[in-house]
Nanobody, 120 residues
Framework: QVQLLESGGGLVQPGGSLRLSCAAS????????MGWYRQAPGKERELLAT???????NYAGSVKGRFTISRDNAKNTVYLQMNSLKPEDTAVYYC??????????????WGQGTQVTVSS
């Protein structure tokens, strides 16, 4: 079994920063693309950023220049550094990974979500 565990959410003032982490664990052979999404109340889940195993990143226009995705392949962990946070960034943030298990199954795995609230 494979799982993703997120951490780092919380309450931050507008203009502040947070760093989210997401660690994969379990029966992992390899991890391909990893990504971060968010979902605000009453809205659809939104893709924010993705990163390949080689480190190539892509961003949604709404976060480009403010958020940075990175990963540590040795730790099976992906990060999201969020700067210049705005109240409209308030949402539950989810990580996602395309994982090949040790039994050679291709899996799409989601984290449980972590709440980020931007408010004064």
């Amino acid at each position: 079994q494979v799982q993703l565990l997120e951490s780092g959410g919380g309450l931050v003032q507008p203009g502040g920063s947070l760093r989210l982490s997401c660690a994969a664990s379990g029966s992992i052979f390899s991890i391909n693309a990893m990504g971060w999404y968010r979902q605000a109340p009453g809205k659809e889940r939104e893709l924010l950023a993705t990163i390949t195993s080689g480190g190539s990143a892509n961003y949604a226009g709404s976060v480009k220049g403010r958020f940075t995705i990175s990963r540590d392949n040795a730790k099976n962990t992906v990060y999201l550094q969020m700067n210049s946070l705005k109240p409209e960034d308030t949402a539950v943030y989810y990580c996602n990974a395309e994982i090949t298990s040790k039994s050679m199954r291709a899996l799409t795995v989601w984290g449980q979500g972590t709440q980020v609230t931007v408010s004064s």
